[in-house]
T-cell receptor, first 110, second 111 residues
Framework: SQTIHQWPATLVQPVGSPLSLECTVE??????LYWYRQAAGRGLQLLFY??????ISSEVPQNLSASRPQDRQFILSSKKLLLSDSGFYLC?????????FGPGTRLTVL | RKEVEQDPGPFNVPEGATVAFNCTYS??????FFWYRQDCRKEPKLLMS???SGNEDGRFTAQLNRASQYISLLIRDSKLSDSATYLC????????????FGGGTRLMVKP
């Protein structure tokens, strides 16, 4: 079965600073990969998904971007963070019909 | 209207109680259905898939009603460790095989 790794676990960044969150997948090849954000006390919002290397689909317009440089690597980035970017960022991989999540990165923008 | 709707709760129940959560979905073409559990400040974890015939896993029973477009989760003999947020999730298919998550129902089991 696949394992999703994410780091860092927590991050505190100033407004206007850049961001790079990494997600890697073990145990499967060519998975669909997803980035979600969960604001405090809220549901999961799908940000990006990728069905293969270099293929990124964005679900919501914002100042974030994603890249998939390798089959098992999915990166979430921002050039300039906003206060509203604070939240719990989760990477997920698809196995058959089910998605499995990484441990998440809790981002606080101050 | 949200694609997947759940009562946010919280449901406060005593240990040993039976509790049921419902969830409705708007896309009649939805193909697969799941319940995930999310503990505080942790990632969601798959609890169980939901099949048309209904399925049971120990104290947990999930049911699907396609005609009415709702999904239910029944927890019997609640344990303190069942306290969590339960997320109703729907796979609508299409490009990317995206899942749509409900906002979650919070359960608090008290001693």
């Amino acid at each position: 079965s696949q394992t999703i790794h994410q780091w860092p676990a927590t991050l505190v960044q100033p407004v206007g600073s850049p961001l790079s969150l990494e997600c890697t997948v073990e145990g499967t090849s060519n998975p669909n990969l997803y980035w979600y954000r969960q604001a405090a006390g809220r549901g999961l919002q799908l940000l990006f998904y990728s069905v293969g290397i270099g293929q990124i689909s964005s679900e919501v317009p914002q100042n974030l971007s994603a890249s998939r440089p390798q089959d098992r690597q999915f990166i979430l980035s921002s050039k300039k963070l906003l206060l509203s970017d604070s939240g719990f960022y989760l990477c997920a991989g698809q196995q058959e019909d089910t998605q499995y999540f990484g441990p998440g990165t809790r981002l606080t923008v101050l | 209207r949200k694609e997947v709707e759940q009562d946010p709760g919280p449901f406060n129940v005593p240990e040993g109680a039976t509790v049921a959560f419902n969830c409705t979905y708007s896309n009649s073409a939805s193909q697969s259905f799941f319940w995930y559990r999310q503990d505080c400040r942790k990632e969601p974890k798959l609890l169980m898939s939901v099949y048309s015939s209904g399925n049971e896993d120990g104290r947990f029973t999930a049911q699907l009603n396609r005609a009415s477009q709702y999904i239910s989760l029944l927890i019997r003999d609640s344990k303190l460790s069942d306290s969590a947020t339960y997320l109703c999730v729907v796979l609508s298919g299409g490009a990317g095989n995206m899942l749509t998550f409900g906002g979650g129902t919070r359960l608090m089991v008290k001693p």
